[in-house]
């Protein structure tokens, strides 16, 4: 006999609601030990080795050893523009397309990030900012950099 439990959940459809189900995705991988328990990914890949699997991953390129949040990306580190991880050269030429020097507004939204300094423009204080955070490519950045 079925009893309807409305509001519950069931994203494998296999009659078991998601709160009572132990493989909630029928991918054949206990919740557990799921990288991705909301998303059937029966191999488990997880190219960064992130423990987050690459078919809910939301920042699939991340660098190992990073600290992550739930969705797969690096916690914010000021200056990793791109959000692998590091501070290296790729986010630099991102600052540097930001610099607008002392008293001159930032208020591009894309560069809101480099205004380091808590201030509106980009100017040499934020160069100094961020090469306190540069760690260079595959390092991880340190989110308390600017401390």
Known sequence: MT???AGQEDLDQDHIGDACDDDKDGDGVLNTQDNCPAVNNPQQEDEDGDNVGDACDAC???VHG???GTD??????PGDHDR???VDMEDFGWFQACLTGPNVPQNNPACLGAR????????QIDKNKFRQ???GPGIPGNPNCLN
């Open 72 to 77: 797969g990306c690096p916690v914010p580190i």
């Open 3 to 5: 009893v309807a439990n």
């Open 116 to 123: 380091l300094d808590a201030d509106t423009d980009v100017d």
């Open 84 to 86: 692998d991880g590091d």
């Open 133 to 135: 955070c540069l760690s």
């Open 66 to 68: 990073v600290p992550m």
């Open 60 to 62: 699939p390129h991340t």
